[in-house]
């Protein structure tokens, strides 16, 4: 209505849009278009990757409000494969507190043959429809009955997502939720957990479903945040898996998990570098993705924009002594570093050996690490080989990629892959590279202690001077 041809507006100043996640790029380029110094001021409890990325790299400001509605309780989250069994214990459960359900089921051709699947699972609990197709009467008397408790179950498409508020609903169910986006996820359980009663939120997967990458890594971060106010959270992870999107075109999303937001970053700044005449030079970089969450803890760095400072501060770390310094630096603004801390400078330590002997990636899959070496890698040949032919070393090559190693998780601890990783790469560098690396040592402590007599020198001279200004 507002993006119509038809309607002008005078002196447009302002532009709020709520729910910022609903509205395509072209909604809102039009909306900025209606004037050319207009500001807008998006809402969202879950920003789009494209909207997120725009904040965090500065071309656009950014607020976050965590504080949640009094008396509200954490919504306790189960992600697991559909289980008829697991379903009517929760449906039962929410029922004998005499509350209500809602079942998430978003494919309406079949949507009334699994209303009445779940009529027969649970035949005391009186149920009703709601989906898209229907016109805004059905709709709303639906809804006005099930508000006024005429119906204990609610199965209904994503039409649910937002602007549903029911105190007394505080269970959800959500069928294929591998289906979801993250965004959607969330606002979907948000719509339990709005009084002071514990809610519950079940989020199923087909039986026996191998599910993909990118839905696991979803599923996992959604089971993961359940804290309140957790929605930037879900939204930095969203922006990992699913990228930043084309800050200039139209797409909302990218490829950024493939490499990682650090190293987009990286990219991006170079870019915009580059566009300024400020061309830098190129270096090598590697690609870490270990299974673990890798996060600045609220109760250590509560500000958002601190934390990307952080985040940044150690991505330029460049050497080991880069990061001791960064270390230093932490500890003396912020107190002793948590472990989530400990863990991301055990891993800058890392990136630090691996770009050093060009190693291109190490990737954890579902039951191993793979070690991928660039053609460049300094490595020593024979080293690999004793290595890999060695009874119990735990290294093996992949026979599909010779240039890549297959090193088993026996551990799911992060600090022994951090640890084995490291030993294994340290057993097969080159001698050349160790050499290289003790006459840089060498050159940097000659540098050290020429600068120490330099400095005593110079306080020897300023003393020379005092006194011959005394005699004088």
């Not at 899959?365 to 024979?382: E, F, P, V, W």
């Amino acid at each position: 209505m507002l993006l119509s041809d038809d309607i002008k507006f005078k002196n447009l100043g302002l532009i709020v849009i709520d729910e910022e996640q609903r509205f395509g790029v072209k909604h809102k380029e039009a909306l900025k278009k209606l004037r050319f110094e207009t500001d807008v001021l998006t809402l969202s409890a879950t920003p789009i990757p494209r909207t997120l990325n725009m904040a965090l790299t500065g071309i656009r400001d950014i607020s976050i409000i965590e504080t949640p509605p009094l008396n509200r309780i954490p919504v306790k989250t189960y992600v697991m494969e559909f289980n008829e069994k697991t379903v009517v214990n929760a449906i039962e459960r929410e029922l004998k507190r005499n509350g209500q359900v809602f079942y998430l089921y978003n494919r309406i051709d079949t949507i009334e043959s699994f209303a009445l699947m779940i009529k027969k699972l649970c035949p005391k609990a009186s149920i009703c429809v709601a989906h898209g197709r229907m016109t805004g009467i059905q709709l709303e008397k639906i809804m006005s009955d099930f508000i006024n408790h005429k119906y204990d179950i609610l199965v209904s498409t994503t039409i649910i997502e937002n602007g549903i508020d029911i105190p007394n609903a505080n269970t959800i169910l959500i069928d294929s939720a591998n289906k979801l986006g993250l965004s959607e996820l969330y606002q979907l359980r948000g719509r339990v957990g709005r009084s002071d009663r514990e809610a519950y939120a079940y989020m199923f997967y087909p039986e026996n479903l191998a599910l993909t990458e990118v839905a696991y890594k979803r599923l996992q971060a959604i089971s993961e945040h359940t804290d309140l106010g957790a929605g930037f959270k879900i939204a930095m992870r969203d922006l990992e898996i699913r990228g930043a999107g084309n800050i200039l075109g139209k797409e909302q999303s990218g490829m950024i998990y493939q490499v990682g937001y650090e190293l987009y970053t990286q990219m991006l700044e170079e870019a915009t570098n580059e566009y300024k005449g400020e061309i830098k030079e190129v270096t090598f970089d590697t690609v870490i993705d270990f299974k673990h969450n890798l996060f600045i803890p609220d109760e250590y760095i509560s500000d958002p924009k601190e934390k990307i400072s952080v985040y940044k501060l150690i991505m330029r770390s460049q050497s080991d002594e880069d990061i001791d310094t960064a270390k230093e630096y932490m500890i003396d603004k912020y107190g002793k570093m948590p472990k989530e801390m400990e863990d991301i400078f055990s891993i800058a330590k890392l990136k630090v050996i691996l770009k050093r002997v060009r190693v291109l990636s190490v990737i954890e899959g579902h039951y191993n690490m793979y070690i991928k070496l660039d053609k460049y890698s300094k490595i020593d040949a024979k080293k690999v080989s004793k290595l890999v032919s060695l009874e119990g070393s735990g290294v093996y090559f992949d026979k599909e990629n010779l240039n890549q190693l297959i090193i088993p998780v026996v551990d799911d601890s992060l600090t022994w892959k951090i640890n084995k990783v490291t030993e294994v790469i340290l057993e097969i560098e080159s001698e050349e590279e160790n050499k290289d690396k003790s006459k840089e040592k060498s050159l940097a402590d000659a540098n050290i202690e020429s600068q120490r007599k330099n400095k005593q020198n110079n306080i020897r001279k300023r003393k020379i001077i005092k006194i011959n200004k005394r005699e004088n």
